[in-house]
């Protein structure tokens, strides 16, 4: 295992060299928050210069990898460096992404937890939205200033509280919404989701719009 | 009840020869009150009901309850008879459970003065628990760092370390991965001087001012190049699993990662992040019950978290596609 002071950028970072710009950015602002001195993590182990230590590798990485002009000529600098390796460059329009969005907060979120596997099959109901939400790391909120929906009602699409939710159309456009933003595909989540919606609402009036 | 090893009901679906010994997953994390007991129960319960062979080791003698999470009321012997040499064949303490292909070693009716066993019969109890009929032997650890607690969970290289998304038991959790991971490096250590140093940082105020794995690399390197590469050999092996338990935010989900960061940057080994199980009100009716969640409620989020745990893990056993473990 090598010390920090000998880590390349992309072993700072913990991404491989062909990381996509997008994972680039995930793992510098889950890198940011673990080394913040306020960490939970990381508080009772680091002392605040460990911290502050990390912290400048940490912007330096970044901001060498995530211009794609930069990233290209220190990939060059690593492979006279290690002849034998290969490293892959990702597409330069996937690195300058980077540069010009203004991350949503679902682009803050991790990665989906991916080294575990997707759940088996089944409904798309509301604890299943729940675990989608959570596997990226987001917060009710962070889905809220995405997709603007009033975060009570994406709690009630959650716990599967139909009876509080708006009229039908209001609800298909926030399951849909919802599933696009914990990167489910919408169409399929929608119908899954307004089927039970439907089967516990039928018979039972209609509520207004939400205000 | 459970099946014998080897035969019918304790193959795995598919049917394919069964494992010669079993995979061992010891399961601490330092602080007490995390959930080790109930993510052990959880486990063994799925692991059993994906069909394999599986016991649940007690393996705190000074506090057991992993009988009761499993819904064995009042066992009839336990490992505290092994520990005083009351029975020598740990086969014989091997309890069933009212869930299919699950077995249990119980901890109760222990000796209050002398809980642990000493070195020479732990040496026995682990050689013993290796050989168990089973397809996965898992092991649930008591709070702290004894050294008892540390030879269980270097038992088998899976370990897993169980944290809660709280101060204490993340400051306790780093504690007993360093406390680990200096034990296995002392016995792995050829040479007198380099062991030494090894004790010396096993001490955190110690005068040379050793504070990290990587620190005592350093010192182990300039005193004996071959030791410091058996060193780096037993950082390489030392891979600890982590299991963050009662997750209630999208922040809680990422202190796994985080965790995960800090072994590698700050101590120098690779953790690995199995998954979190979330804050769930059915854990306590399920304590209550005196029975696995995952047995009260299924299809509840925190069943489905453990059942996935449960999965990874199978799968890192390098699961044949017919569902039979090979080795």
Redesign the interface.
């Known amino acids: 295992m090598k010390p920090l002071s000998e880590q390349d950028h992309y072993e700072v970072l913990e991404v491989a060299r062909d990381a996509s710009g997008k994972t680039v950015e995930r793992a510098y602002r889950l890198a940011r928050a673990t080394y913040d001195d306020d960490s939970l993590a990381g508080y009772s182990v680091l002392r605040d210069t460990d911290s502050a230590a990390i912290r400048e590798r940490i912007e330096t990485a970044f901001r060498v990898l995530a211009e794609a002009e930069s990233r290209r000529a220190y990939d060059a600098s690593l492979r006279a460096d290690e002849p034998d390796a290969e490293p892959a460059l990702p597409p330069e329009d996937q690195v300058q992404t980077v540069l010009d969005m203004e991350a949503p907060p679902a682009e803050t979120g991790i990665e989906p937890f991916e080294e575990l596997g997707e759940e088996p099959g089944g409904d798309f109901d509301g604890p299943r939205l729940r675990r989608s939400r959570m596997r990226r790391g987001l917060e009710l909120d962070d889905v809220a200033r995405v997709t603007k929906v009033n975060p009570t009602y994406l709690r009630f699409l959650e716990e599967e509280r139909f009876e509080e939710l708006p009229a039908r159309v209001y609800v298909r456009g926030f399951v849909t919404l919802y599933a696009g933003c914990v990167g489910l595909e919408a169409k399929l989540v929608a119908e899954d989701y307004m089927r039970r919606f439907d089967a516990q609402r039928s018979g039972s009036g209609r509520r207004g719009a939400p205000s | 009840m459970s099946s014998s090893f080897g035969a019918g009901p304790g193959l795995p679906r598919g049917g394919a020869p069964l494992a010669r010994q079993p995979r061992m997953v010891p399961v601490g994390g330092g602080k007490g009150g995390v959930g080790k007991t109930f993510v052990v129960a959880n486990l063994a319960s799925a692991l059993a009901r994906m069909g394999y062979s599986v016991v649940a080791v007690d393996g705190d003698l000074e506090a057991a309850n992993l009988h009761t999470c499993l819904g064995v009321s009042q066992p009839v012997g336990s490992l505290a008879d092994y520990v005083a040499h009351r029975e020598e064949d740990l086969g014989k303490l091997l309890l069933d459970t009212p869930i299919p292909n699950l077995r249990l070693i119980a901890a109760t009716g222990g000796n209050l003065a002398t809980p642990q066993p000493g070195h020479a019969r732990r040496v026995q109890l682990l050689r013993e628990l290796r050989r168990l009929p089973a397809d996965f032997v898992l092991i649930d650890l008591g709070a702290g760092t004894h050294p008892a607690v540390m030879d269980y969970f270097m038992v088998g290289d899976d370990g897993v370390v169980v944290i809660s998304?709280?101060?204490t038991s993340?400051?306790n959790a780093?504690a007993f991965l360093r406390a680990a991971f200096y034990r296995r490096l002392r016995l792995s250590m050829v040479s007198h001087d380099v062991r030494r140093v090894v004790t010396l940082a096993m001490d955190e105020s110690n005068e040379r001012g050793i504070r990290t794995p990587?620190d005592l690399l350093r010192e182990v390197r300039a005193l004996d190049s071959a030791e410091g590469h058996r060193f780096?050999e037993t950082?390489?092996s030392f891979r600890p699993r982590v299991v963050i338990n009662g997750?209630r935010?999208?922040?809680d989900?990422?202190?796994g990662?985080?965790?995960r960061?800090?072994c590698?940057?700050?101590f120098?080994?690779?953790a690995e992040?199995?998954?979190?199980v979330?804050f769930d009100d059915g854990v306590r009716r399920s304590v209550r019950s005196r029975r696995p969640l995952l047995e009260v409620a299924p299809r509840?989020?925190a069943s489905?978290?453990l059942a996935?745990?449960a999965?990874?893990l199978a799968g890192e056993a390098r699961v044949a596609p017919q569902g039979a473990p090979t080795r």
């Open positions: 998304p709280e101060p993340v400051e780093y990587l780096v950082m390489r997750v935010t999208g922040k989900v990422q202190l990662f985080s965790v960061s800090i590698r940057k700050y120098g080994f690779d992040y199995l998954g979190y979330n509840c989020d489905v978290y996935r745990v999965k990874k």
